[in-house]
């Protein structure tokens, strides 16, 4: 039966044209094939995310390399330092653009991989996307992780020669985090702290970044946890940002309460923590008890709502059980300050306070009449509100409150 259908033009026919199809398609997958082996066998390669400060390094060090002068497949982008405005002076970027290149760096022959993942869907019907992250894969020639070891090693010198090492700020967005362009740290000469909980902070700061060995030698887990807690406008926000220009560590402001929270995507973000970086919980009283978890919001995202991603478990919600793990657990951060913020201190579960996992407590209350005398000192020039200050203390102002009299009297704001 099988001769006959073969002497069927149509059978035939169709029969060759399916192998042809067959072969063309394996030849070409030939190529990538043989280049994936190659590379497994002859090369190292790094991959760099863009949650991560490295990452931004790289795309300075390409915007300088010889490479980005001569493709012909550019991305440009606007990069400014935390205190400088966009103009026609801020500095551009030309980096390659998303695709393959290579090219050679001194006698290092460099692949380079720049890319950006699809969106995900999430929810039953697919509604929102959430944005994939960029994702640079540098592979250089050789075996030996020395090799790509030093290359890290000149972006981030270049890099470190470029910024200056200025404190930066970053927000957690789903279980990575972004940085915030317009961040600009705070100086500890303006915020009006009373004398003796600003040397206590500080102080406490200090002795901590000098302590790492002594930490290490005893096997304590090396991170500094401070608990902001007072009335809103009491300055707990502000000191946060003053310390970290100080110290020149760089801000992670974490949204606990946020959508999309949840106790995985708290993993994440801690363990990406760099060192010598600040963690601000603000309104750490929102943690949900231990056995509980918000549901998955049903509908469409909000323009602001940070989408989840394939992956989640699809609760909402940090527990304060995913909290405590997270601040003196396995996933607690190295070399990290952090400081936790609240206007209800006495909401806070007992369990959160104890040390370990509180070092210090500082009190935001109203403003003193050695507070009010500071910020009248520097904010009033023509000391329009001498006769007011006894005033503003037996009124219980804020320092906020204090600083929106001062500028009304001096007839800027409203």
């Known amino acids: 039966m099988l001769p006959s259908l073969m002497q069927n033009q149509f059978f035939g026919g169709g029969l060759v044209l399916m192998l042809a199809g067959a072969v063309m398609a394996l030849l070409r997958q030939v190529p990538d094939h043989l280049l994936k082996w190659i590379k497994g066998r002859f090369t190292v390669s790094v991959m ?32 400014r330092e935390a205190d400088e405005e966009f103009s026609e002076f801020s500095k551009m970027l030309f980096a390659p653009s998303y695709g393959r290149h290579f090219f050679r760096h001194g006698r ?13 869907n999430s929810g039953s019907e697919g509604i929102g996307k959430s944005q994939g992250p960029e994702t640079m ?44 362009y317009t961040y600009q740290s705070r100086k500890i000469e303006t915020v009006d702290l009373p004398a003796l909980d600003q040397e206590r902070i500080v102080g406490a700061i200090e002795r901590f970044l000098a302590a790492r060995t002594a930490y290490s030698q005893r096997g304590i887990p090396y991170h500094l946890n401070l608990l902001f807690e007072g009335k809103p406008g009491t ?108 206007n209800h201190p006495e909401l806070i579960d007992e369990r959160l306070l104890r040390p370990g996992r509180v070092d210090m407590r500082i009190a935001f209350e109203s403003a003193t009449r050695e507070q009010i005398a500071k910020m009248c000192a520097r904010l009033d020039p023509n000391r329009k509100l001498n006769g007011d200050v006894d005033w503003m203390v037996n009124q ?18 409203l």
């Open 108 to 120: 290092k022959l460099v692949w380079l991989d720049y890319n950006k993942d699809k969106p995900t």
């Open 48 to 79: 760099i995310v863009d949650r991560d400060p490295l990452f931004e390094w790289a795309r300075l060090w390409l915007d300088a390399h010889p490479y980005s002068k001569r493709t012909r497949n550019l991305m440009c982008s606007l990069h």
């Open 235 to 342: 300055g707990k926000t502000s000191l946060a940002s003053a310390l970290c220009g100080h110290f020149g560590l760089h801000l992670h402001l974490l949204n606990i309460a946020g959508p999309g929270m949840n106790d995985q995507r708290l993993v994440e973000l801690m363990m990406s923590l760099p060192r010598r970086s600040m963690l601000l919980m603000e309104d750490v009283d929102a943690v949900l008890p231990s056995d509980t978890q918000r549901p998955k919001r049903k509908g469409p995202p909000s323009n602001t709502e940070v989408v989840q991603g394939d992956g989640d478990d699809g609760s909402e919600g940090i527990t304060l059980s995913g909290l405590l793990n997270c601040m003196d657990g396995i996933t607690a951060p190295d070399g990290a300050v952090i400081v936790m913020t609240t």
């Open 137 to 180: 894969t540098i592979t250089v020639l050789g075996t030996n992780q020395k090799i790509l070891r030093e290359l890290m090693a000149e972006i981030a010198t270049f890099a470190s020669r470029e910024e200056n090492r200025k404190a930066r700020g970053y927000i957690s967005t789903g279980g990575w985090w972004r940085r915030l």
């Open 396 to 413: 219980g102002f804020t320092t906020a409150q204090v600083q929106a009299e001062i500028m009304r009297a001096n007839g800027i704001g």
